[in-house]
């Protein structure tokens, strides 16, 4: 069926978001087309305002809305400990445990030759200007448990065993090609807990 022009385009900006088919946006515009114009106009600017305020920490790669996220500016967390992660979501996915209390380094995606991405285009210089400080005991790899996550681990996990600094890898009760984002809290905590040395 043709919706009337500006909804058949709202429906279309729907659909371009992930994981959101054509059913779930027309629902999604026809429950904008029943907000207010006030309920509306808040609608678009939170979408305006989390593009324009939200940015990479300047230190870890998470997302920020200052120079530096709440978790590296936590005076009361393990700055000696750094876990190592594809993207922000894993973040939220591991702080949701309130398990872990050191800080996040986000690379920004895996080594995918298949998808033209090398390390290069991560964010592990960062890394290990990080880590050149001194401050750093252990190193936790958090990437995902698939090809790309591993090959990703390993390259970083050969590049810091030099620097004489502890570096493992969750122990994973998630399924080989999940994604941390849907793990419960208790299957993170367990992976937490039992992390192994690589």
Same mark, same amino acid.
């Given at each position: ?5 500006? /909804? ?18 027309? $629902? ?9 114009? *006030? !309920?509306? +106009? ?24 200052? *120079? ?25 996915? #591991? *702080? ?6 050191? #800080? ?21 210089? !960062? #890394?290990?200007?990080?880590?050149? =400080?001194?401050?750093?005991? *252990? #190193?936790?790899?958090? =990437? ?7 090959? =990703? ?9 030099? /620097?004489?600094?502890?570096? =493992? ?8 090609? +999940? ?10 905590? $367990? ?8």
């Amino acid at each position: 069926m043709e919706y009337v022009l500006p /909804l058949q385009r709202l429906i279309e900006k729907f659909c371009t978001l992930r994981g959101v088919g054509y059913k779930t946006a027309v $629902r999604y515009a026809f429950s904008v087309l029943d907000m207010s114009e *006030e !309920e509306a +106009a808040e609608f678009a600017g939170a979408i305006i305002s989390a593009k324009q305020d939200i940015h990479p920490c300047e230190v870890c790669g998470n997302l920020s809305d200052g *120079e530096e996220c709440s978790i590296c500016s936590d005076a009361a967390r393990d700055k000696g400990v750094i876990c190592v992660v594809e993207d922000t979501r894993a973040v939220m996915a #591991l *702080e949701k445990v309130k398990e872990f209390n050191g #800080l996040y380094h986000v690379l920004g995606g895996v080594i995918s030759p298949m998808n033209n991405v090398g390390p290069e285009q991560l964010r592990i210089k !960062e #890394l290990l200007s990080r880590i050149s =400080t001194g401050d750093v005991r *252990e #190193l936790i790899i958090a =990437t995902n448990p698939n090809i790309e996550g591993e090959t =990703t681990a390993m390259y970083i996990s050969k590049l810091v065993a030099p /620097l004489g600094i502890k570096v =493992t890898r969750l122990a994973y009760g998630v399924p080989v090609g +999940a994604d941390l984002e849907y793990a419960d809290e208790m299957t993170l905590m $367990r992976a937490l807990d039992g992390r192994r040395q690589i």
